[in-house]
């Protein structure tokens, strides 16, 4: 199983879906356009540990909310991912039971090499 979460806008999510070859995947989930489930979600917490390691601080929201200044938990941070697309990190990719947080080289080159074996 292979599913993307990405902003179809984003140039950066854009260059990694080229790197990784997902260009024509149905596993490309634009989370604008698609949303995130909180059973897709909780499932993406369950690979990850944290709601807050899936949690965008760079969210224009977050700066505007100024979120920085208020001790958000756990809850929180899934009950703000679940508001608003913006609040989930990007891209997330998740491989089997690998899940890529982000869009570090570190990262993708972890992903790339799952990807081709």
């Given at each position: 199983?292979?599913?993307?979460?990405?902003?179809?806008?984003c140039s950066t999510c854009k260059k990694i879906i080229k790197k990784l070859d997902l260009i024509e995947s149905e596993s490309l989930i634009d989370i604008k356009?698609?949303?995130?489930?909180?059973?897709?979600?909780?499932?993406?917490?369950?690979?990850?540990?944290?709601?807050?390691?899936?949690?965008?601080?760079?969210?224009?929201?977050?700066?505007?909310?100024?979120?920085?200044?208020?001790?958000?938990?756990?809850?929180?941070?899934?009950?703000?991912?679940?508001?608003?697309?913006?609040?989930?990190?990007?891209?997330?990719?998740?491989?089997?039971?690998?899940?890529?947080?982000?869009?570090?080289?570190?990262?993708?080159?972890?992903?790339?090499?799952?990807?081709?074996?």
């Amino acid at each position: 199983m292979l599913s993307f979460y990405y902003l179809k806008n984003c140039s950066t999510c854009k260059k990694i879906i080229k790197k990784l070859d997902l260009i024509e995947s149905e596993s490309l989930i634009d989370i604008k356009k698609q949303g995130i489930t909180e059973s897709e979600l909780d499932f993406l917490h369950s690979l990850s540990g944290s709601y807050e390691s899936l949690f965008s601080k760079r969210s224009q929201l977050y700066k505007q909310r100024k979120l920085k200044d208020v001790n958000l938990d756990e809850i929180d941070f899934k009950k703000l991912i679940l508001e608003h697309y913006t609040f989930l990190k990007r891209p997330v990719l998740v491989i089997d039971d690998k899940i890529f947080i982000g869009n570090s080289p570190e990262i993708i080159k972890q992903a790339k090499n799952i990807i081709n074996g």
